[in-house]
């Protein structure tokens, strides 16, 4: 089984990375997949003793990502074995390197021309790591279409062509 990491910056247009993963394995053994959201904790003590991982993330997610998500899910449902959403609070190479391990990360995906926006005050671009990361990179590109309609919408998942 391969596990694949993804960055997200929870918006739909960022899922179009996880689209052309899949595209790019059609035909490939199930996946493990999990998007990663980078950002950097408090130092507060207090903060971090009350700090739940999940709620973290569940208050960064609105309903139009969580039901982009699931469309994908669905319509990879062949080609995916697990899914989850991890949260990367690291400041070093030697912080994600730890990372990829303890997630047992085989693969890791990356947007060509998209750039991360922060989905949140302390979040960060996790790119830098991804590309100095030892493992395989693939480099997903796609095109957005001059005009947009359906922008932020889940319509948005099936307008963009060429994921290579």
């Given at each position: 089984?391969?596990?694949?990491?993804?960055?997200?910056?929870?918006?739909?247009?960022?899922?179009?990375?996880?689209?052309?993963?899949?595209?790019?394995?059609e035909g490939g053994e199930p996946i493990?997949?999990?998007?990663?959201?980078?950002?950097?904790l408090s130092d507060s003590i207090t903060d971090r003793l009350f700090f739940s991982k999940e709620k973290y993330l569940l208050a960064l997610q609105s309903d139009k990502f969580r039901e982009a998500c699931q469309v994908l899910l669905n319509t990879?449902?062949?080609?995916?074995?697990?899914?989850?959403?991890e949260l990367f609070s690291g400041f070093t190479k030697q912080a994600f390197a730890n990372f990829l391990e303890a997630n047992g990360v085989d693969e890791v995906v990356?947007?060509?021309?998209?750039?991360?926006?922060?989905?949140?005050?302390?979040?960060?671009?996790?790119?830098?790591?991804?590309?100095?990361?030892?493992?395989?990179?693939?480099?997903?590109?796609?095109?957005?279409?001059?005009?947009?309609p359906e922008k932020d919408r889940?319509?948005?998942?099936?307008?963009?062509?060429n994921h290579v």
């Open positions: 089984m391969k596990t694949i990491l993804i960055p997200t910056d929870f918006t739909i247009e960022s899922l179009n990375t996880v689209k052309g993963a899949f595209k790019k394995n493990d997949l999990i998007l990663v959201y980078s950002a950097f990879y449902a062949s080609r995916v074995n697990s899914f989850r959403i990356i947007p060509g021309t998209y750039t991360l926006k922060p989905a949140g005050p302390r979040s960060f671009d996790p790119i830098s790591y991804f590309k100095k990361c030892l493992l395989p990179i693939t480099i997903i590109h796609w095109q957005e279409p001059h005009y947009l889940v319509a948005e998942l099936f307008l963009m062509t």
